[in-house]
């Protein structure tokens, strides 16, 4: 079941909490004694950041699964980092990523450093709004290039009151042109709820060739026995431009198309404990820059997502983390689990 880390940063005694399960994070993905001293560092130089930068933020720590090979075996899995803050934002991005560069009259080497060890970073800042770092560490270093077709997956996951495990999960699969990413939000929250979440994505990755109202079907039959969950399963078939949607319960769905965010649909129901006799897929077309976001109830089923140019076609787990990041503050927390799982589709170099 996932297991996620949410290390909140406002005194220098959090900043070992995060190292700490930085480690513990390695630990499960299974990270060697340099990588997972790699995932240490970046993880102790954000929390660093949100102490010097922003007056604290957050950490949250995942490990999360490179795409899945379409026989099912198991996925490469990395250490995702994710500091997030509330803080005035950071004028420069470009430079603040420049080894030396500080504000703080401090070495000015950590997110330069961060860039340099971990396998994927990418920083979001809004002048005003907060900051978004984001680190992936894996067994080794290597290259973190779209899937064919120029798609991209991420997501950020934030268990409900601290807990160490969540009840929503996400994973995304491949099965030929077929890329499907499905989120599962298990009734309530805890364990129970997370094993209903857990099993969706086990089930899920034996299924990737079926069509999203074929997979809800069989995720329905997988998930008896369990408290049930809400689910959603959007599928992109690269070899005709194609996005099919298809939800049972309170997941959101929005699709960027024609720069702007329209809403998709899922019908009542809760897979595995009460599924309608018919499944209706929505069908859109797909290609160069759309962006297609689900989240769980934990953000209001009414707000859009955030559409600034250059967050719609960054790293999906920054957009992800943005998007949780705008939807609640230390005032307004979550309320429940929270979970966004990003897909996207960039056209063009240099994106």
């Known amino acids: 079941m996932p297991r996620v880390w949410d290390v909140p940063v406002h005194d220098s005694t959090r900043v070992r909490d995060a190292r700490v399960a930085a480690e513990h994070a390695a630990t499960l993905a299974g990270l060697d004694e340099a990588r997972t001293a790699a995932a240490a560092l970046v993880t102790t130089e954000l929390a660093t950041n949100l102490l010097k930068h922003a007056r604290g933020g957050r950490l949250l720590l995942d490990v999360v699964p490179e795409p899945v090979p379409a026989d099912g075996g198991d996925p490469t899995r990395l250490v995702q980092i994710a500091a997030i803050d509330h803080g005035s934002g950071i004028p420069d991005v470009t430079s603040a990523l420049s080894d030396g560069f500080t504000t703080a009259r401090s070495l000015g080497a950590g997110l330069g450093t961060c860039r340099r060890v971990a396998d994927a970073f990418a920083v979001h800042s809004t002048p005003g709004r907060g900051t978004v770092a984001l680190a992936r560490i894996g067994p080794a270093e290597r290259d973190t290039a779209p899937w064919p077709g120029g798609l991209r997956a991420g997501g950020v996951n934030l268990p409900f009151g601290g807990a160490e495990h969540s009840g929503d999960d996400w994973a995304r699969v491949r099965a030929g042109d077929r890329v499907t990413l499905m989120l599962a939000d298990g009734l309530g929250h805890g364990s129970q709820a997370a094993h209903a979440s857990t099993a969706a994505v086990k089930a899920l990755r034996g299924a990737a060739h079926l069509d999203p109202a074929e997979l809800l079907r069989h995720l329905d039959t997988a998930l008896r026995g369990t408290r049930g969950a809400a689910v959603a399963v959007a599928q992109v078939d690269t070899s005709t431009g194609t996005l099919r949607f298809a939800g049972l319960g309170n997941v959101g769905a929005w699709l960027w198309e024609e720069d702007a965010w329209h809403a998709l649909l899922s019908r009542p129901g809760i ?41 719609l076609f960054t790293d999906p787990a920054v957009m992800a983390a943005v998007t949780l990041r705008d939807s609640g503050s230390a005032a307004r927390p979550a309320r429940d689990d929270t979970t966004v799982a990003v897909l996207t589709q960039v056209s063009g170099e240099g994106r």
Not at 279 to 302: N, Q, T, Y
Request: proline share 12%; no cysteine; glycine share 8%.
């Open 271 to 311: 897979v595995g404990v009460h599924r309608p006799r018919t499944l209706h897929e929505d069908r859109r077309r797909w290609g160069a820059d759309r962006v297609l976001l689900l989240h769980s109830d934990g953000l209001p089923s009414r707000q859009r997502p955030p559409s600034a140019p250059d967050l």
